[in-house]
T-cell receptor
């Protein structure tokens, strides 16, 4: 079956760094997406990895290891507005995104 | 770029009413659009995949006669919740993927919060 595993909730301090891990199992693989979803809002696209390694985009970086079925999202210089849920969504062989419940990130001053 | 507009944002209506939700890609052509439903504190649940000019593909357990999807053009898909009941109250979100290759990100509309009284 298809499965995603992320921590349910994480807490971090403003200005700090946090890493959100994701392990996945899918039928085939066509890359992995990270989305941010603020409470009561629709998800917004953050990053896409299809090859192994680190993709950096400003304060956010995403890493992928296909052999391990593992990805992480790294957020630097945390700001209060980063409080949101972060969704790891791998794409299967049919180009369908597989969604988990995401990780709720709480930023404290 | 890649803006998706969803309308309306909020709907409150009586039980038995049919509700139509529109999803438009404003600055790109979307061969494929997706309709999701999300209950509070739960993950996104894919309801159906909509391809321009063809019938939508519904996920298991989603009633096609209750959730009518029309994808009439490369920039517009509509979801009609027919004879809505309180249990249909949820957050409905559409997304669109640009044409060309399949491994493009899905861009989401702002969602429609549906409350059936």
């Amino acid at each position: 079956g298809q499965n995603i595993d992320q921590p349910t909730e994480m807490t971090a301090t403003e200005g700090a760094i946090v890493q959100i891990n994701c392990t996945y199992q899918t039928s085939g693989f066509n890359g992995l997406f990270w989305y941010q979803q603020h409470a009561g809002e629709a998800p917004t696209f953050l990053s896409y990895n299809v090859l192994d390694g680190l993709e950096e985009k400003g304060r956010f970086s995403s890493f992928l290891s296909r052999s391990k079925g593992y990805s992480y999202l790294l957020l630097k210089e945390l700001q209060m507005k980063d409080s949101a849920s972060y969704l790891c969504a791998p794409m299967d062989s049919n180009y369908q995104l597989i969604w988990g419940a995401g990780t709720k990130l709480i930023i404290k001053p | 770029g890649a803006v998706v507009s969803q309308h309306p944002s909020w709907v409150i209506c009586k039980s038995g009413t049919s509700v139509k939700i529109e999803c438009r890609s404003l600055d790109f052509q979307a061969t494929t659009m997706f309709w999701y439903r999300q209950f509070p504190k739960q993950s996104l649940m894919l309801m159906a995949t909509s391809n321009e000019g063809s019938k939508a593909t519904y996920e298991q357990g989603v009633e096609k006669d209750k959730f009518l999807i029309n994808h009439a053009s490369l920039t517009l898909s509509t979801l009609t919740v027919t004879s809505a009941h309180p249990e249909d109250s949820s957050f409905y979100i559409c997304s669109a993927r640009e044409r060309e290759t399949g491994n493009q990100p899905q861009h989401f509309g702002d969602g429609t919060r549906l409350s059936i009284l």
